[in-house]
């Protein structure tokens, strides 16, 4: 199935980070998650979409007119994307915004994904918007970073993002499932959810936990 015709609105009600990344592990697929610090430190529940990564550069100096890239890649994100801004763990500024996320949950974008600080979290929290960051900074991205480019690859911790990955993000964490494997990814979670509802049920009921893992082959 194109992957633009996934139903994340279902699959987010059963997906969760662990489950995705157990998933990849199956696959063959090496470590596909982002590190513990990055944390959901905005909204609640899960955050699903494909990855929609910009690249930024370094600047010392505040440009006479501001944020020009920024706005071509706040206007290009679209729904059910995940807007990723990876720094390389520099820590200048804050990557996110109470603006930032306005614009974006108009259109229906999942959620924003850093490696850095955001900021204005108290109004980005009160709206819903799911933001995964490091913590937070009331510094400006203006004069600090430029985003050159949009939709294109990236990396974070050491994980490779491409342009329609599709990132499954919650308490836990966050995990990255390649395009080529997503649709693998999808069956498999989607059966494993299953197999653990049936786990479930049997020790609810008195099954041992080892009888149960025997018969359904899920822990």
Known sequence: MPHDQLNL?????????ALASDCLDKLGYGR?????????ISGSGIMMGYAFPVRLE???SFPEVPYIGLLKALDAVGKDQVYVTPTNRTGLAALWGELLSTACAFKGVAGALTDGPTRDLSRTD???FKV????????????????????????IDGVAINPGDLI??????????????????VEAVIEKNSGENLFRKAVKEGMSPSAAFAKYGVL
């Open 126 to 128: 009160a709206m819903g």
């Open 168 to 185: 499954v993000g919650d308490s836990d964490g966050v995990t990255i499932v390649p395009v080529a494997a997503i649709d693998a990814v």
């Open 32 to 40: 596909q998650v982002l590190n513990e610090d990055i944390n959901m």
């Open 9 to 17: 609105v279902e699959l987010r009600k059963i997906f969760t980070s």
């Open 58 to 60: 370094i600047v010392n």
């Open 132 to 155: 995964f960051a490091t913590g937070t900074l009331p510094v400006d991205i203006n004069g600090r970073y430029e985003v050159v480019e949009h939709n294109v690859p990236c990396e």
